[in-house]
Nanobody, 126 residues
Framework: VQLQASGGGLVQDGGSLRLSCAAS????????LAWFRQAPGKERDFVAG????????NYADSVKGRFTISRDNAKTTMYLQMNGLKPEDTAIYYC????????????????????WGQGTQVTVSS
């Protein structure tokens, strides 16, 4: 499975962006999906997760009510709609997918994901 993230950019405080993650290869074998982000000097953190069949969606507390994860039914693209952006959302955003089903307790665990996109920079100015 190959993942390609895009859609990042510079936006003002309170603005919106929509990230995309194009998937190719055997996506039917990569059921669990997620977005992570990494700010300068910090660890990579979980942002949101879902599956190609939309069996669940979950979010980090810091983005609940502002971000929405979704995917298309063709299992080719995953999205992250980000509204109400804040300067603390500034980071490189990465999309990820797993080879198998991830149990609930591990969905925010970086080690649970097998495939990663190259990242897209999101910068929110104050």
């Amino acid at each position: 499975v190959q993942l390609q993230a895009s859609g990042g950019g510079l936006v003002q405080d309170g603005g919106s962006l929509r990230l995309s993650c194009a998937a190719s290869g055997r996506t039917s074998y990569s059921p669990s999906l997620a977005w992570f982000r990494q700010a300068p000097g910090k660890e990579r953190d979980f942002v949101a997760g879902t599956t190609w069949t939309n069996r669940y969606t979950n979010y980090a507390d810091s983005v609940k009510g502002r971000f929405t994860i979704s995917r298309d039914n063709a299992k080719t693209t995953m999205y992250l709609q980000m509204n109400g952006l804040k300067p603390e959302d500034t980071a490189i955003y990465y999309c990820a997918a797993s080879e198998g089903w991830i149990i609930a307790s591990r969905r925010s665990d970086i080690a649970a994901y097998d495939y990663w996109g190259q990242g897209t920079q999101v910068t929110v100015s104050s």
